[in-house]
């Protein structure tokens, strides 16, 4: 079945320090990817998406790219800041893996950045 | 972006007791909603699909008479976990969806943190 693999945390960083989380999926179909984040107190939010091979999501500094060839889609930033501090949510939604709930997002266990002023 | 609320955010209750969880979408109506389950360092599951006006939709292996959902109106959905036992502790997750045909861009709730002793 469809799965997503994200790297386990946490992960504690410096301020201004280059973030990689990497994120690899199996999928029968051809998925759509998503990266969630999750601020302490806070419900997910979607912080970018990709839709199809070769695109790339981006937002607030953060992005990553559809790789079909190695089924990955790994999350960068150039620098991060405190601000960033935060669960991140790896996900794939499967159009051919619809079941009983259309739509339906498969999430990586989440990998928990910790940046350090 | 839409707002979804849930409530309440955390609740501890003794074994065999009956849990209510609400799910609200604050900013639209919202004809499907989804309730995942996460446990700790765990990704989140998919539980059920909710659906107004009609019976909700339960993933494999999730026991629809232990999970009642009712989808009341637009804008509430309620979980209840019935005759709860210790290893129905977790932390519930509503979302709904804001996309279109492919649903895909979900807005999540706070979550829930259920504890039964």
């Known amino acids: 079945g469809d799965s997503v693999t994200q790297m386990e945390g946490p992960v504690t960083l410096s301020e201004e320090a280059f973030l990689t989380i990497n994120c690899t999926y199996t999928a029968t179909g051809y998925p759509s990817l998503f990266w969630y984040v999750q601020y302490p107190g806070e419900g997910l939010q979607l912080l970018l998406k990709?839709?199809?091979?070769?695109d790339k999501g981006s937002n607030k500094g953060f992005e990553a790219t559809y790789r079909k060839e190695t089924t990955s889609f790994h999350l960068e930033k150039g620098s991060v800041q405190v601000s960033d501090s935060a669960v991140y949510f790896c996900a794939l939604s499967d159009p051919l893996n619809y079941g009983g709930s259309q739509g339906n997002l498969i999430f990586g266990k989440g990998t928990k950045l910790s940046v350090k002023p | 972006g839409a707002v979804v609320s849930q409530h309440p955010s955390w609740v501890i209750c003794k074994s065999g007791t009956s849990v209510k969880i609400e799910c609200r979408s604050l900013?639209?109506?919202?004809?499907?909603m989804f309730w995942y389950r996460q446990f700790p360092k765990q990704s989140l599951m998919l539980m059920a699909t909710?659906?107004?006006?009609?019976?909700?939709?339960?993933e494999q292996g999730v026991e629809k008479d232990k999970f009642l959902i009712n989808h009341a109106s637009l804008t509430l959905s309620t979980l209840t976990v019935t005759s709860a036992h210790p290893e129905d502790s977790s932390f519930y997750i509503c979302?709904?969806?804001?996309?279109?045909?492919?649903?895909?861009?979900?807005?999540f709730g706070p979550g829930t943190r259920l504890l039964v002793l």
């Open positions: 900013d639209f109506q919202a004809t499907t």
């Open positions: 990709a839709t199809k091979a070769d």
């Open positions: 979302s709904v969806p804001g996309g279109a045909w492919r649903r895909e861009t979900q807005y």
């Open positions: 909710s659906n107004e006006g009609s019976k909700a939709t339960y």
